[in-house]
């Protein structure tokens, strides 16, 4: 499928694609982060939702419910903004619409079963039960990122092309754990799908990409999997959060048994995404850097660099950033920076390096009925990018 690039209309200030969708995000994480202060501080939930550890359980989800669809309601504007206006290829408003209501639906579905979840296991056990729902919750999420990307959004399942199935080949890869599907998004890179990388979700426009750069992309995918590194961003990124729910529990002193306790959680768990999104770049873009060098060991740094060039153009198409911008925005660096730090060591990728981490941390706060995860950047106001954010 061809996914033409349509460069964005001048903005009034001058901004770059590229940082006008940064100041956007910055305002929706800025919102989202205001509101959830805003919640705590004057215990908003405590005035209209109930606190009572007795109430049905299907009164409790109600309010519950009420709360999360305006939650929904409230992100439209945002949304609407880095859907239809802030983009290089338009669909027009009502497919958008059309694709950011099942997204948002599919969302607030989740929400739902993990509040369910939470409340009940908080009402059958207390708070060690709670945490425990939550990290099962977490770990569906991951084990199905792939399915769940599709569900979000339309993206349908096509055949491998055979020059991605050879180049799967030539990069070490079993072509059978290669899914090819049809994103609407030239953005959407795909990645591995599950906890222990059993499925490797890649966009059909990969196929496009010349032969040396889709092998190298596919070969540092490979070597994201086999050195552990996709692992490690998961179990990385369910541990923080799990952090983050205990941290929360225990400063606002509220239990999920109750509505109001389960919102004011969400709202505490909105902070803590926030110190996430802050806190869990850096070690994502050492990460980056380690796969990088991994990768051109094996297959050299000539296809790597035209992999890497490629696939930002379709996505930020920003070459060069500071400092501070890459530093406290940016999980993955820009593509000068990694071309510059191209180097040839099989060994490079370390035990420590957790692929991802700051967006696997993201996509799991869905767990803990976060919006954080669609307000960055990268992603806001595209539900096809909601699952498997843009990435390297």
Same mark, same amino acid.
């Given at each position: ?55 049905? !359980? ?62 009940? +296991?908080?009402?059958? /056990? ?5 945490? +425990? ?79 040396? +750069? ?10 994201? %999997? ?19 729910? !205990? ?40 990460? !980056? ?42 999980? !993955?660096? /820009?593509?000068? %920076? ?42 806001? /106001?595209?539900? *096809?990018?909601? *699952? ?5």
């Amino acid at each position: 499928m061809t996914l033409p690039t349509l460069p964005l209309p001048a903005s009034p200030h001058g901004l770059t694609y590229a940082r006008a969708r940064l100041f956007l995000g910055i305002t929706a994480v800025g919102s989202a982060v205001v509101l959830a202060s805003s919640l705590l501080y004057a215990q908003l939930p405590s005035w209209g939702m109930s606190m009572s550890e007795v109430q049905s !359980v299907a009164a409790a989800l109600l309010q519950i419910g009420i709360a999360f669809a305006a939650v929904q309601v409230a992100f439209q504007i945002v949304d609407l903004m880095g859907g239809v206006w802030l983009v290089r290829r338009r669909d027009g408003a009502f497919r958008w619409l059309a694709r950011w209501a099942r997204g948002s639906a599919v969302q607030w579905m989740v929400w739902m079963c993990s509040a369910a979840a939470l409340l009940l +296991a908080a009402r059958a /056990g207390g708070t060690p039960a709670a945490v +425990a729902a939550f990290i099962g919750v977490q770990l569906w999420l991951a084990a199905t990122r792939g399915r769940m990307a599709r569900v979000i959004t339309s993206l349908p399942v096509v055949p491998t092309p055979e020059r991605i199935q050879q180049a799967a080949a030539a990069a070490g890869l079993n072509p059978s754990r290669v899914q090819v599907v049809d994103s609407p998004d030239e953005s959407f890179v795909g990645g591995w799908a599950g906890i222990t990388a059993r499925t490797l979700v890649v966009p059909a426009l990969w196929a496009q990409l010349p032969e040396p +750069a889709l092998r190298a992309m596919l070969l540092r995918r490979r070597v994201a %999997a086999t050195s552990g590194a996709h692992t490690r961003g998961v179990i990385g990124a369910v541990l923080w959060n799990v952090l983050g729910l !205990v941290v929360s529990l225990t400063l606002t002193g509220v239990t999920p048994a109750s509505a109001a306790g389960m919102v004011t959680l969400a709202a505490a768990m909105t902070l803590w995404a926030f110190l996430g999104v802050l806190v869990l770049p850096t070690p994502s873009r050492a990460a !980056v850097f380690a796969l990088d060098a991994a990768a051109t060991a094996e297959g050299g740094a000539a296809p790597m660099r035209e992999g890497i060039e490629q696939l930002d153009r379709w996505q930020d198409d920003e070459p060069v950033r500071s400092v501070g911008v890459e530093t406290i925005f940016h999980p !993955v660096p /820009g593509r000068t %920076a990694r071309i510059a730090r191209l180097v040839g060591n099989a060994n490079a990728v370390r035990w420590w390096h957790a692929h991802h981490v700051a967006r696997h941390a993201l996509w799991l706060g869905w767990g803990a009925c976060t919006p954080l995860s669609r307000a960055v950047h990268c992603n806001v /106001g595209r539900p *096809a990018l909601w *699952a498997m954010l843009p990435g390297d």
